[in-house]
């Protein structure tokens, strides 16, 4: 199986193509801004150095966030132009689930810094969620871990390569590529109404 795995929920611009358990090419930029002119030449040079046709790919996988409206929305919307005419699935999986999957045996707390004096934190066991990302001070993060008697473990940056090894295994069914943002838009229609998320 052939996965193409994209991320741009943060300051880094990454992508990779993996076969199996093997990498078959990667990159990983820190740009800060401007994943949307970066990301399509990005996954255009990964097909040429991996010498592989774009219709070989089996599945993509995204990660869904914590992050920007803006970040979020340029890994989804080019995995799903991608994916429709090929008629493949797109698997999403958050920034904490792909950190907390560098210790499958283990009970992780996992955080995200969102900014504005909040975080996103899980808790993860064993490769199952046991209390879904959630929006919190730090110190409620800690108290969180404390309570489930888990490490707490920062998730900086996205390995976009355990991304691509998770979605070789999961169910499609199970993990929809919806968006997780760290807080509302901020561009709202006539009389204040908020734009959907969707």
Known sequence: ?????????????????????RVLAFTSERIGRGHAERLAPMVAELFVAADLARDAVDRIAVCTGPGSFTGLR????????????????????????IEAATWPDARVAVFRDVKRGQVFAAIHEQGRVRVLPQAMSMND???????HSAPLYPA???DVRMLA??????????????????RAPDAKLPGGKVLPAS
């Open 141 to 147: 993060a800690q108290a969180l871990a404390a309570a």
């Open 74 to 97: 340029v890994a989804l919307s080019l995995a799903k132009g991608f994916a429709l005419p090929r008629r493949l699935p797109v698997l999403g999986m958050d920034a904490l689930m």
């Open 156 to 158: 900086e940056r996205v």
């Open 1 to 21: 199986m052939i996965v193409l795995a994209l991320d741009t929920t943060g300051p880094d611009c990454s992508a990779c193509l993996s076969q199996d358990d």
């Open 165 to 182: 090894q998770l979605a070789m295994a999961a169910d499609p069914a199970d993990h929809a590529a919806d968006p997780l943002y760290a």
